[in-house]
């Protein structure tokens, strides 16, 4: 078995749950999720089985949405509610103060990561550290910010927001910045992940009433998972050189016959069986690449990923750098 799936996972329980709870549903060993959702976090955490859990790089980089409750005039060590409060503040910003602050947080901005995070330190995770009474000087990272809308005014301290960002943003840093741009100090009450990717809540299944069938039913194969990658179509002669570990010529995949052919034919997966585990595909992104474009693929710059077809089965990832294609990660299920 090989895919993804989409499981909305409840506050309340660690990503680690949920992946222990798919290995024994499914009985396999080869599961794993594509990054850590906090325990009082909810909503989409994507889960995959077998071969595909060789893509967690590719969708490392993935934009994610969240809905998040800010609540100011008070900060905590861990910047949510796990942790003690340790500072507080009698300045409430008003909404027109947070819309105005808002401004200042739009694109790619340095973000420092709170003490309590995953980040390593000489080896040692920061959250570690932090516990043991480290005092820990955390370097910023660049983050991009695509939307930081503020949605409601859920009470007089608490502000609602739809935030849309790169991966390795922490939402809770968010708040504890936007508490010091506002002359005050939040923390961070509530946080929903409404969209990973091309994965969306709207689409998942819920962690609850996880059966085995449920689980076997949903997976998504990556046909789907991988329907924003371009697509090449080469021969099993061909793919085989790349097996034994030849690059392939740019030249020789043009001059393949069977190219062609492969083009023309449906993906293996039915229609009706692609719109019922939908990524919200558009349909321009899920065609096999033109021949006619495969001299305007060679990007070192930035490197662009394919998915490789095989009699209409996608066995691997590859790209092409100097003319030549080369795979860089194997899809076989054997």
Known sequence: MIGV???NKPKGVTSSQVVVKVKKLLNTSKVGHMGTLDPLASGVLPICVGKATRLFDYFLKKKKTYIAHFTFGTETDTLDLEGKIIKT???IPTRIQVEEALKCFEGEINQIPPMYSSKKIDGKKAY???RSGVELNLK???VIIYEYALTQQVNEITFEFKITCSAGTYIRALARDLGYKLNSCATMT???RTASGNFELQNSIDYENLTQEKLINSILPLEVV???????AISKQNFQKLLNGISLD??????????SNMCKQKPSIEEDTLKNKTLNNNSSNNKFLKLNTINNINKPAEQQYYSIIVENKIVGIGY????????KTYLLDN
């Open 250 to 259: 740019v030249n020789e995949i043009k001059n393949d016959l069977s190219i």
């Open 320 to 327: 092409i750098i100097n003319n030549n294609l080369k795979i």
């Open 5 to 7: 799936l989409n499981i």
């Open 140 to 142: 910023p990272c660049k």
């Open 89 to 91: 503040s009698k300045n």
């Open 226 to 232: 991988l329907a924003d990658f371009e697509k090449l």
């Open 128 to 130: 570690n550290l932090a």
């Open 190 to 192: 509530s946080l929903l």
